[in-house]
């Protein structure tokens, strides 16, 4: 049984534009919410984090935002560049330092 | 270096042999934690250590799956009779919980198993 969702496998975006990943989770217990970018033949790199006392973060081109009564985040890339191209991890965890639960990912690919 | 060290690089081994996985965490962090990534998939939770203990076991698979951190620092991730389902890339990671901390997880290249 999947805790953290990443519906859409893939996306593509023209560089420039905004690109929008979507995570749903289940877990009500979850209190604190990441997002990390994977390039492949390397580990998973962090890019933004948000507790559940926020509805949104922000760090330069990238903003994470909570909805909690919806048990959904989503990730804004804007504005998107061929360099963002990777596999995007949805995760959740109860606290700052508990385990940490992936989700499936989405492939982004930025068109130049 | 100053990143999450993790070897081998590269494991191919037969079915039903014994493997060791090592990660060398990055120095101060008191976190580690070990995940399994199969082609396709996000990383699956195996163990996490705080400190020389296990914090949290549940991911292990089964019984054949062992993971030790006996001085707080270097985990050793152990594998018995491998079998073919093992096959993943196995990713280390460390991180340092407090105040204001993200909960930034620092990982690792990670180790890739093949068992034939």
């Given amino acids: 049984d999947q805790q953290v969702k990443q519906n859409s496998p893939s996306l593509s975006v023209q560089e420039g534009r905004i690109s929008i990943l979507n995570c749903d989770y289940t877990n009500s217990m979850f209190d604190y919410f990441l997002w990390y970018k994977k390039y492949p033949a390397e580990g998973p790199t962090f890019l933004i984090s948000i507790s559940s006392i ?31 191209s990777a596999v995007y991890f949805c995760a959740a965890s109860g606290t700052s330092y508990d385990k940490v639960i992936f989700g499936p990912g989405t492939s982004l690919s930025v068109i130049p | 270096g100053a990143g999450v060290s993790q070897t081998p690089s590269n494991k191919v081994t037969e079915k039903g042999k014994y493997v060791e996985l090592r990660c060398d965490p990055i120095s101060g962090h008191t976190a580690l934690y070990w995940y399994r990534q199969s082609l396709g998939q996000g990383p699956e939770f195996l163990i996490y250590f705080q400190g020389t203990g296990a914090a949290d076991d549940s991911g292990l698979p089964n019984d054949r799956f062992f993971a030790v951190r006996p001085e707080g620092s270097v985990s050793t991730l152990k594998i018995q009779r491998t079998e073919r389902g093992d096959s993943a890339v196995y990713l280390c990671a460390s991180s340092s919980p407090g105040l204001g901390n993200t909960g930034e997880l620092f990982f690792g290249e990670g180790s890739r198993l093949t068992v034939l």
């Fill in chain 1, 54 to 84: 926020k509805d949104k973060n922000e760090d330069g081109r990238f903003t994470v935002f909570l909805n909690k009564s919806a048990k959904h985040l989503s990730l804004h890339i804007v504005p998107s560049q061929p360099g963002d």
